[in-house]
């Protein structure tokens, strides 16, 4: 949708994705109707800055993003002989159980789920991410020659000058609304995700004045066809007066810009298919006036995702970046609907892979609003009242427990059941495309200024390493943040020194999934070292009897505390353990507590 500037000197700019609000204000919009033609996304603009803040230096090393393992291992794998695994004692009776074991259920955990699409700071306050992206409305008819984009709905559906000078940058060098924030994450250990457009057409001027439809033949007069391939040889300096602009090209002209990132099996810079293209006709109606349909989609995924792997054959590409549910079903009512969209998606990049002899996407990509709402509203804005708090801790069990409905249409209407997203989703990628990745590039809980907000975006970080998610990035809906970056830290910088979570999830189960979330972890590269995250969801103190089957022996815990009103992780004394890996631990009423056996 809109944009701002975002603290920092360089601090990365991006566009948000819902079809309503202004260039200056940031917007919270639902429908409860599936059916409607509105969007249930209620994406605003990146606003800042986040006055939080934490310490400097290195990202969380996390398992291969790259990976495709659609299941957990039983055994470590890689690294030193982890040696004999030692069994626990007996710690006491608790009000819930957590048991811990790093011989179970180990799954690598992607350093990319520890992404964001705003941030204030990469050496301080968001320390340790793993992916930055840009991506929003604003990127779906930017152009790279020129840096000049469209706002469509989100202003006026006005061409203009708006990225650069959010970001401060000269926009009269090619490329430079992409390169400068690319450089900075880059710079700061974290990857990169570029959006390519392909909805048609990119905006050819920065001239503003409003509506382009003022203008006589537009779409002629004040854009370029977004074309695929440019099938003639790349220029470091693109010609602005052949009215085309070519997005393998672009791609060229980045690996030119950061040959080091490229290097290797894996490519640090990963690329998009634009933008919520379920809701092009809404956001974007100036160049794409008419719904997208399957076929047209589909065929636009395959065509620049085969382009972008023959200049970067290592880049991960990810699509389709549906807006919400109702995207993943119908394609927002799609007119030429055959069936579920994902399963239709899923099995033509299948036949596409076929056909081309190589794989073209690599990563299933969704956004994810909750529906939940609670007090008469939904849980994804600022209302922290009793009813929100209540609604917000638990709705992350949506995403994997089929035990557990939420309160929304999806649930209540639509699946008249729990939503298990998560294993929905599996079900269908092992069914009809088996290795994809899975990412949700937008979501958000809310209450970024409450306790709860933490307590949420804990678990669903928590959620994503356990499930394999592939890549994830939050997406900011006020300033209103400082809660979310502190959960973060809880698994990027828990210490303040860069001290993180494992890059390996081990089995953790608590007895109590409604009151507490428990996960772990151990390093591939250590299987001595376990980091566990707890979770108070209740707003009393609960008493936890940990059990920790590890391949060490160990003597202490060390504790960093999330509570209360602070986004800070504060440190607590040391527990001692009455018995052979096994020790009592007091979570605080809702709270976020990071353990690390000793």
């Not at 939940?372 to 709705?395: C, K, L």
């Not at 209360?564 to 353990?577: I, K």
Request: aromatic fraction near 10%; proline fraction near 7%; include cysteine.
């Amino acid at each position: 949708m809109q944009l701002r500037l975002i603290a920092a000197p360089l601090a990365l700019v991006l566009a948000a994705c819902n079809g309503g609000g202004s260039e200056t204000t940031a917007t919270t919009q639902s429908t409860d109707d599936p059916t409607q033609g509105t969007a249930a996304d209620p994406s605003g603009d990146p606003i800042g800055p986040d006055p939080t803040d934490s310490s400097t230096e290195n990202p969380p090393t996390g398992g291969d993003p790259t990976s495709t393992t659609s299941g957990p291992t039983t055994e470590p794998t890689g690294g030193p002989d982890p040696g004999p695994l030692v069994e626990p004692g007996d710690p006491g009776g608790g009000d819930v159980t957590f048991e811990i074991r790093a011989d179970t259920d180990r799954r690598p955990i992607s350093p990319w789920i520890y992404g964001t699409n705003q941030y204030d700071d990469l050496a301080t306050t968001n320390r340790g991410l793993g992916l930055v992206r840009q991506g929003g409305n604003r990127m779906t008819a930017y152009n790279w020659e020129n840096n000049a984009s469209n706002a469509g709905s989100d202003y006026q559906h006005q061409n203009d000058d708006y990225l650069s000078s959010q970001l401060g940058v000269d926009g009269d060098i090619p490329g430079e609304v992409v390169r400068a924030p690319t450089a900075d994450a880059l710079d700061a250990g974290a990857d990169m995700l570029v959006t390519i457009p392909i909805c048609g057409y990119v905006a050819a001027d920065k001239d503003g004045g409003g509506d382009v439809n003022q203008t006589p033949d537009y779409l002629q007069a004040r854009f370029n066809p977004t074309i695929a391939r440019k099938d003639a040889p790349f220029s470091s300096d693109p010609d602005l007066g052949d009215d085309a602009v070519y997005q393998d090209e672009f791609v060229a002209w980045l690996q030119a810009q950061f040959p080091d990132a490229f290097f290797g099996d894996t490519a640090r810079v990963l690329f998009s298919l634009d933008n919520e293209p379920d809701l092009w006709s809404e956001t974007h109606a100036r160049i794409h006036p008419d719904p997208v349909g399957y076929a047209e989609l589909v065929a636009k995924n395959a065509e620049f995702a085969a382009a972008i792997k023959d200049v970067a054959a290592n880049a991960i590409v990810a699509g389709f970046v549906s807006y919400g549910y109702a995207g993943y079903t119908t394609l927002q009512n799609a007119p030429d609907a055959q069936g579920e969209f994902i399963t239709y998606y899923l099995q033509a990049m299948a036949d596409a892979e076929a056909e081309a002899g190589k794989r073209l996407v690599d990563v299933l990509d969704l956004h994810w609003y909750t529906e939940v709402h609670a007090n008469g509203q939904r849980i994804t804005g600022d209302d922290n009242s009793p009813e929100s708090v209540a609604a917000r801790v638990q709705a992350p069990r949506s995403l994997w427990d089929d035990s557990f409905q939420e309160d929304s249409w999806i649930a209540n209407d639509v699946l008249q059941g729990p939503v298990r997203l998560l294993p929905w989703l599996q079900e269908r990628i092992d069914e009809h495309y088996p290795g994809t990745g899975l990412g949700f590039t937008e979501y958000n809980y809310g209450g970024g200024g409450h306790i709860s907000g933490a307590i949420a975006q804990a678990d669903v970080l928590g959620i994503f390493g356990r499930e394999g998610v592939r890549l994830a990035a939050y997406w900011a809906l006020s300033d209103q943040t400082a809660m979310i970056w502190a959960a973060f830290r809880a698994y990027t910088s828990y210490d303040g020194q860069g001290a993180h979570f494992g890059d390996t999830s081990i089995h953790a189960v608590t007895s109590d999934v409604a009151a507490t979330s428990v996960y772990a972890s151990t390093d591939a590269g250590d299987p001595a070292r376990t980091v566990i995250v707890a979770i108070n969801k209740t707003d009393a103190p609960l008493t936890a009897a940990v059990t920790l089957a590890a391949y060490a022996e160990y003597s202490s815990v060390a504790v960093w505390q999330l509570a209360g009103a602070e986004p800070e992780l504060v440190a607590a004394p040391d527990l001692t353990l009455p018995a052979t890996n096994a020790f009592l631990y007091e979570m605080p009423a809702y709270s976020v507590s990071v353990l690390v056996p000793q």
